[in-house]
């Protein structure tokens, strides 16, 4: 079956740190360019960050630049997000999606959600108190 699963949502502190996990099951998650996706209550889903396929070019958006790094191990077949001074407004379902049609990780990031992903997971929630 093919299809990502998150894992590492929680809740936590503001000024705390958790860790996404998106895992890949039945395809390569090297052939796809990667991104993580939020949604919180009452408000769109908007791209975090994303990853690229061949040189692990990343991009974050302006709202969680420097405190959120996207990573991915081949190895693995896993692309983690790792999240440090977390603030109340980063709670959200977190989600990721994997697609071979965009070409650079702004893109997917900024446009993807228009052009629409080949896979989704069924998102973790992260839950930040002040």
């Known amino acids: 079956q093919l299809q990502l699963v998150e894992s590492g949502g929680g809740f936590v502190q503001s000024g705390g740190s958790l860790r996404l996990s998106c895992a890949a099951s039945?395809?390569?998650?090297?052939?796809?360019?990667i991104g993580w996706f939020r949604q919180a209550p009452g408000k769109e889903r908007e791209g975090v960050s994303c990853?690229?396929?061949?040189?692990?070019?990343?991009y974050h958006a302006d709202f969680v630049k420097g405190r959120f790094t996207i990573s991915r191990d081949n190895a693995k077949n896993t692309v983690d997000l790792q999240m440090d001074s977390l603030k109340p407004e980063d709670t959200a379902v977190y989600y990721c999606?994997?697609?071979?049609?965009?070409?650079?990780?702004?893109?997917?990031?900024?446009?993807?959600?228009?052009?629409?992903?080949?896979?989704w997971g069924k998102g973790a929630l992260v839950t930040v108190s002040s």
């Open positions: 999606a994997a697609v071979r049609s965009i070409t650079t990780p702004q893109a997917m990031c900024e446009s993807g959600l228009t052009y629409g992903m080949d896979y």
């Open positions: 039945g395809f390569n998650l090297g052939h796809y360019v």
């Open positions: 990853i690229n396929r061949d040189d692990d070019t990343t």
